[in-house]
């Protein structure tokens, strides 16, 4: 394969535009659509001055008119779920940071890639230091017998808590059961977070906030604190295009970025 054609869908939210631009500076990878959820016209120019490529709010149509190798997705769940069976039957491979998918989606991510021989992977989180930091939790987690997650994003997020956050719950919960202190009287409901097998998790939504994860660990008489900032969606772009690469030679599921690096 002498260039890996992708279609962005997505393509004019924050995160789609970045995949746009770097992209553009990819040359084995050709971006040759793009989807948008409301009408943006029939071109989207390249933030490079180097032309346009289609612009539709139709994924089908698009897909037909491309035939791309891969579809990246930067949407929701929803959008996210109703456009892979849309993918699969184009036989193009997929790779989504959407956020929100559950357990059965992942099954039914898992049974298209059976279906129609292609690859799909799905990365709560394409910033390389937060893939490491789930990768050092997990070192440090059967050492501690208490752990706390704070999760902080920007207002608009929609999801809570973070796929990333939920992420390292399950991921830290997997591996031995934490003590969980259960207040005698909580003067303000729900103050102590959500609680995924004894893992207390706390999200925190603000303006002026990017994304930021931290794992607190405590056990008599010290903690640990492991944490990642990002601080510009600059910095999930190399690992989108190496997963872009990647999914091309893929035949099932593979959720999470740990993997495609070696981390796991």
């Known amino acids: 394969m002498t260039s890996i054609d992708v279609v962005v869908h997505g393509a004019t939210?924050?995160?789609?535009?970045?995949?746009?631009?770097?992209?553009?500076?990819?040359?084995?990878l050709r971006l040759v659509g793009a989807i948008s959820k409301t009408s943006r016209g029939d071109?989207?120019?390249?933030?490079?001055?180097?032309?346009?490529?289609?612009?539709?709010?139709?994924?089908?149509?698009?897909?037909?008119?491309?035939?791309?190798?891969?579809?990246?997705?930067?949407?929701?769940?929803?959008?996210?779920m109703n456009g892979a069976t849309i993918v699969a039957e184009h036989?193009?491979?997929?790779?989504?940071?959407?956020?929100?998918?559950?357990?059965q989606n992942l099954e039914q991510l898992s049974g298209l890639c059976e279906q129609y021989g292609i690859g799909i992977v799905v990365a709560p989180n394409f910033a390389l230091g937060a893939v490491l930091l789930t990768y050092l939790a997990k070192q440090a987690a059967p050492f501690f017998e208490y752990v706390d997650i704070i999760e902080m994003h920007h207002e608009e997020k929609i999801d809570s808590p973070s796929g990333t956050a939920l992420a390292l719950a399950k991921s830290i919960g997997e591996i031995r059961e934490f003590k969980r202190n259960v207040p005698e009287k909580e003067t303000l409901l729900g103050t102590r977070g959500g609680d995924y097998q004894g893992v207390t998790v706390h999200s925190v939504r603000m303006a002026g906030r990017s994304a930021h994860h931290e794992v607190i660990f405590g056990a008599s008489g010290q903690t640990l604190s492991l944490r990642h900032d990002t601080l510009g969606r600059d910095c999930y772009m190399p690992a989108v295009m190496r997963t872009i690469r990647e999914v091309v030679n893929l035949k099932t599921l593979v959720v999470g970025l740990d993997k495609i690096l070696g981390l796991s």
Do not use: I, W
Not at 52 to 77: E, G, Y
Not at 92 to 103: H, K, R
């Open 43 to 80: 071109y989207l120019a390249l933030p490079d001055g180097s032309g346009s490529v289609p612009l539709s709010t139709d994924l089908k149509a698009m897909l037909d008119q491309t035939n791309p190798h891969v579809v990246v997705d930067f949407t929701n769940a929803g959008s996210c």
């Open 91 to 103: 036989h193009a491979a997929l790779v989504t940071g959407t956020s929100g998918l559950s357990d």
């Open 13 to 28: 939210g924050r995160m789609g535009r970045e995949v746009v631009a770097a992209l553009c500076r990819e040359e084995e």
